[in-house]
């Protein structure tokens, strides 16, 4: 008995080994950037790089507009304070597809 893989059938979308992003004031108005004041602690700290999206609402996992494989989730990035704030404690989501090297970005918020 043979066996084969067709190449076609082997999903694109990669799990990218997780790390987390530490941010490293830059500058002085970095270093000063008020925290949040009332949102939960981890608000904040939640950017990361590969691993899996931590959605606050639905799994939005976008489809690649060329090849129609589902997107490998890139990274997210986190609202920084109450004034660089993305919705309510929002985050943004970064998928890219690595056969054609198309990205989407997308928002989720409380
Ligand atoms: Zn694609």
Do not use: H, W
């Amino acid at each position: 008995m043979e066996y084969f893989i067709d190449i076609n059938s082997i999903p694109k979308m990669k799990n990218i080994p997780c790390f987390k992003i530490k941010l490293l004031p830059q500058d002085n108005i970095a270093e000063k950037l008020p925290k949040f004041l009332y949102a939960d602690k981890e608000i904040g700290l939640r950017s990361k790089i590969g691993g899996y999206p931590d959605f606050i609402q639905e799994d939005d996992r976008p489809i690649c507009p060329e090849c129609k494989q589902k997107m490998s989730f890139y990274g997210q990035l986190d609202s920084l304070n109450d004034e660089y704030c993305i919705g309510d404690c929002g985050m943004i989501y970064i998928f890219v597809c690595f056969d054609c090297l198309e990205t989407k970005a997308i928002i989720q918020s409380y």
